[in-house]
């Protein structure tokens, strides 16, 4: 089962910032937080991840609270085409162990 | 950076018809891939865990003699959909890690094949 909790839909309006919340409270001191994100009939795309610092890449920031409680992914500059599911998800540090999905966040990005 | 080839990317065949679905990791090597299965509007469910040189590992419920999944090379996974019936109908997805073994590293996506049997 997924180990995380999202809203079920959000909505952003173009040109704004996307802020996903993702709420991971039983989250291991080994495990990191990745984010995924699926767009209509094809497979998911890769984001971002960490373990308890902020990250940033050229797609998104990921801001993780002390606790490692919670987090949220950050789309400075949503556009149309960032319109997609996204999944945020806690797995050990081991390539060899498999991502499980949970029902993720339905972002709809609004001319 | 690292990418997942999946061929085909869509397939229609008449029930009882085996199908076969090619996975292939082009930039980096791959001791281990997943195949995953997602129904409309549902998310993604992991299928099994395939790995190089040996057998894959099932999750519960996944029927191994249904769906056959072979890692010969370190490239390469295939999933054989056997006997294909209409129910089997669905978007499957294979990913990989580059430098499987190795923390840290995010697993990559195919682009999927979608799976209609009639």
């Known amino acids: 089962d997924a180990k995380t909790t999202q809203p079920t839909s959000m909505d952003c309006a173009e040109g704004r910032a996307a802020n996903l919340p993702c709420n991971h409270s039983?989250?291991?001191?080994?495990?990191?937080v990745y984010w995924y994100r699926q767009i209509h009939s094809q497979g998911p795309q890769y984001i971002i991840h960490g373990l308890k610092n902020n990250e940033t890449n050229e797609m998104a920031s990921l801001i993780i609270t002390e606790d490692r409680k919670s987090s949220t992914l950050i789309l400075p500059h949503a556009t149309l085409r960032d319109t997609a599911v996204y999944y945020c998800i806690v797995r050990g540090p081991s390539g060899n162990t498999p991502l499980v999905f949970g029902k993720g966040t339905r972002l709809s990005v609004i001319a | 950076g690292a990418v997942v080839s999946q061929h085909p990317s869509w397939v229609i065949c008449k029930s009882g018809t085996s199908v076969k679905i090619e996975c292939r990791s082009l930039d980096f090597q791959a001791t281990t891939m997943f195949w995953y299965r997602q129904f409309p509007k549902q998310s993604l469910m992991l299928m099994a865990t395939?790995?190089?040189?040996?057998?894959?590992?099932?999750e519960q419920g996944v029927e191994k003699d249904k769906f056959l999944i072979n890692h010969a090379s370190l490239t390469l996974s295939t999933l054989t959909v056997t006997s294909a019936h209409p129910e089997d109908s669905s978007f499957y997805i294979c990913?990989?890690?580059?430098?499987?073994?190795?923390?840290?590293?995010?697993?990559?996506f195919g682009d999927g094949t979608r799976l209609s049997i009639l």
């Open positions: 039983t989250i291991s001191g080994n495990e990191y």
């Open positions: 990913s990989a890690s580059s430098q499987s073994g190795v923390s840290n590293q995010p697993q990559h």
């Open positions: 395939s790995n190089e040189g040996s057998k894959a590992t099932y």
